[in-house]
């Protein structure tokens, strides 16, 4: 530090800071923790169906299928029971419903393929194809 003296007896500090003052290591980099960076609201996801079976459809009424499959595209009457046709771009399932105890039920079904012959896939596959549309 470099001192001087005036005519008027006070005494001047002419020295400069040679070296500026240094920052700490905080100040260089910045805060330690930063904010991430913000995010829209999570989308909510739709809830997924249970995968319907062939066990869901059978022991069930034809009103009962017809709410969980949509109408069939066919009925036909055979005897005291009747053949009920669902159609799709996978497959096509016959549904045989007969009464059961006064009230008509799916008692077997058949998976096929569009030309009509029985499918290799099994009847499960077919009707979760009827349960996913």
């Known amino acids: 530090?470099?001192?001087?003296?005036?005519?008027?007896?006070?005494?001047?500090?002419?020295?400069?800071?040679?070296?500026?003052?240094?920052?700490?290591?905080?100040?260089?980099?910045?805060?330690?923790?930063?904010?991430?960076?913000?995010r829209g609201p999570a989308r909510a996801t739709a809830p997924t169906r249970p995968q319907l079976r062939a066990a869901d459809i059978l022991g069930q009424t034809p009103a009962d299928i017809d709410a969980q499959i949509g109408a069939p595209d066919l009925v036909r009457r055979e005897g005291n029971g009747e053949l009920r046709?669902?159609?799709?771009?996978?497959?096509?399932?016959?549904?045989?419903?007969?009464?059961?105890?006064?009230?008509?039920?799916?008692t077997y079904l058949e998976a096929r393929t569009g030309a009509g012959r029985l499918t290799g896939e099994t009847r499960d596959d077919c009707v979760a194809k009827f349960g996913a549309s």
Do not use: K, W
């Open 1 to 38: 530090m470099g001192l001087t003296a005036c005519a008027s007896g006070t005494v001047q500090d002419t020295s400069r800071d040679r070296n500026p003052p240094q920052q700490t290591t905080e100040q260089a980099r910045g805060p330690a923790t930063q904010a991430a960076p913000a």
């Open 85 to 106: 046709v669902y159609r799709n771009a996978a497959c096509i399932l016959h549904i045989f419903a007969y009464p059961n105890g006064g009230v008509s039920r799916a």
